[in-house]
Structures are given as C-alpha cells and as structure tokens.
C-alpha cells in the first residue's frame, strides 16, 4: 500500500509536468521556464503549482487574472497518478533488480502515451517527435530486455522484439490501409504511427486485444456523446485517446490475469 501512494505522489508531479509538455508542445513554445497562465501569463507561484490540491484550493481560476483553469490540469495529473499507482504496484518489486527496468520502462512508456492523449484530445493531431521518441525507446528496452534476459517476453514468440514489431506491424498496418482507402475520413495517418508504437509495447498477441479494447472504449464514448447531443455521427472524434485507454487497460489486466488473451483470443496462443 505505501508502494501505490509513493507511485500515485510521483504520478501526480508527472502528471503536472505532462500537461505542460502537451500544451507548449501544441502552440511550439519550449519545455524549458517556469509555468505561467495561459490567460494574462503570470507566473505560476510554487504553492499554486501543487497538483490537483491547488486546483481544488483556487476554486479552478487564476490567482492574478480570475480567469477559468482548464479542468484538463485536474484530470491529467489524477490519471497520471492512477496509471503510475497501477504500474508500480504491480511490477516493481525493490528486492527484483529486473523489475526496476521493467517498471521504468512502463512508468516512461506512460508518460509518452498520455503526452500523446493530451495532444491529440486538444488539437485532433499526434505529435510525432513524441510518438518517435517512444518508438525508439520501445525498441531499446526490447533489445536490452532481450539480452539480459530480464523481459517477460510473449507467449507466442519467444523474444520480447519480435513480439513488438510483429504488434507494431500488425497495428500500424491495419490503421494505415483505414486511412489509405478512407483517405483519412475515419482514421488519420497518425494514428498508424500510434498503433506502430503501442504494438512495440504490447507485443503480439497482446496488441489484438489492445485493439479490441480501444474500439470499444471509443464506440462507447461515441454512442453516449451522440446521446447527449454534443456530437452526431458525422462528428470527427481523436481516436488516439481511446488507443491510450485501450492500451493501458490491457498492460494492467495481463499483469493481473496473464491468461486473458487466451480468452478473447485463443487461436494465436
């Protein structure tokens, strides 16, 4: 239990510090300054910059301008800590020198896809020095994975690599003829390379059920937002938020019942 809320503190610092890299991303402004108010651009005071507790506490404005603070701050860094929580509960163990790789590698493999969610959600295109980035850094791990022979690796093949790329491979593929043949009206090209690097860090089979899951998050969405008349069928919707979703519930519930896959889909085992 005191490992979940060291996770969940850590998760909400990151979590402030992704809503930055989203958002500066977004308008091309650098990483690097102190936080300001995206309205009249006062700087943000340490003890406002406290997650979700600073929020709460300035009633979501601005101390200097009074204007609204996105609830996106209060959300973001809420999911961070409940991702981080997660994944440190269930992989890292202090005594396993493996499961401190393993759990860096998920904990920054987060980061990257909730950078990616937030773009995404807010500008309906993906950033893709971030989405390279984690391509790059999904394939080192795998490699290094492979070698010292700390990966859990895939039941279907034997090394952690293979059963990236053929993930990856399968996904981007099966996004890209979608927009190939949509030209882009159902899905956007950059959701292949979302898919690309999701499938690296899942693997195959595991990216199958990824999928599975992410549609479904997605067309559940779709269908309550129709029904509360904020969108129609006609209405463009970022997919790579539920791809995000999709894939954080699938690296959560193998770690909790390895045997999932099996159920859904028992011809590739």
Not at 135 to 141: D, E, G, K, Q, R
């Amino acid at each position: 239990m005191a490992m979940m809320v060291i996770f969940f503190l850590l998760g909400l610092i990151i979590g402030s510090f992704l809503n930055v890299v989203a958002i500066r991303l977004e308008v091309a402004e650098s990483l690097l300054g102190r936080s300001h108010c995206p309205h009249c651009q006062a700087r943000v005071r340490w003890h406002d910059n406290i997650p979700l507790l600073s929020f709460v506490l300035l009633g979501a404005r601005c101390r200097d301008c009074g204007e609204k603070i996105s609830a996106q701050y209060f959300w973001v860094e809420l999911l961070t800590g409940i991702i981080f929580a997660l994944v440190g509960s269930l992989f890292f163990d202090p005594l396993v020198l493996a499961t401190w790789t393993e759990t860096t590698f998920y904990l920054v493999m987060s980061s990257i896809l909730i950078v990616i969610f937030v773009y995404d959600f807010r500008s309906m295109e993906i950033p893709m020095t971030v989405v390279w980035s984690g391509v790059i850094m999904a394939l080192l791990y795998s490699i290094y994975a492979d070698w010292t022979g700390f990966g859990a690796g895939h039941k279907f093949l034997e090394f952690r690599t293979f059963a990236g790329v053929v993930g990856g491979a399968v996904a981007f593929l099966f996004f890209f003829l979608i927009s190939y043949f949509s030209k882009e009206r159902w899905m956007g090209m950059g959701d292949a390379y979302v898919g690309l690097l999701i499938g690296l860090v899942v693997g195959w089979p595991l990216i199958l059920l990824a999928l599975t899951s992410s549609f479904t998050i997605g067309a559940v969405f779709g269908l309550m937002l129709i029904a509360l008349g904020k969108k129609t069928m006609q209405s463009q919707v970022p997919f790579a938020p539920f791809l995000v979703l999709g894939t954080f519930c699938v690296i959560i519930l193998d770690k909790i019942y390895p045997q999932l896959i099996d159920l859904f889909w028992p011809f590739v085992s």
